[in-house]
């Protein structure tokens, strides 16, 4: 199963968990998954069907552009990262 691994702002709603295993095959079911087992996730993690502005999801360590639709495999890690911007 997947490991997603959950930021710190938003442990209080997995129980102050750290790590959670959840199936799925793209990031949506895992998001959807996740919600089932602590609900309040999704709205952190979604906004209008994609990915919440500020958020950036890194699989197995790379970044990912493909939002929602990314595949997501039984080895891999999720992680959920404030989105870095600015410079020049």
Same mark, same amino acid.
């Given at each position: 199963?997947?490991? =997603?691994?959950?930021?710190?702002?938003?442990?209080?709603? +997995?129980?102050?968990?750290?790590?959670?295993?959840?199936?799925?095959?793209?990031?949506?079911?895992?998001? &959807?998954?996740? &919600?089932?087992?602590?609900?309040?996730?999704?709205?952190?993690?979604? &906004?209008?069907?994609?990915?919440?502005?500020?958020?950036? =999801?890194?699989?197995? #360590?790379?970044? +990912?552009?493909?939002?929602?639709?990314?595949?997501?495999?039984?080895?891999?890690?999720?992680?959920?990262?404030?989105?870095?911007? #600015? #410079?020049s």
């Amino acid at each position: 199963m997947p490991v =997603v691994w959950i930021p710190s702002l938003m442990r209080s709603l +997995t129980g102050n968990q750290g790590q959670i295993e959840v199936d799925g095959d793209t990031l949506r079911q895992v998001v &959807e998954n996740l &919600e089932v087992k602590h609900p309040g996730i999704r709205n952190r993690v979604i &906004e209008d069907d994609r990915i919440r502005p500020g958020l950036a =999801v890194s699989v197995n #360590g790379e970044v +990912t552009n493909e939002g929602l639709r990314t595949r997501i495999a039984a080895t891999d890690e999720v992680h959920f990262v404030a989105a870095i911007g #600015g #410079g020049s």
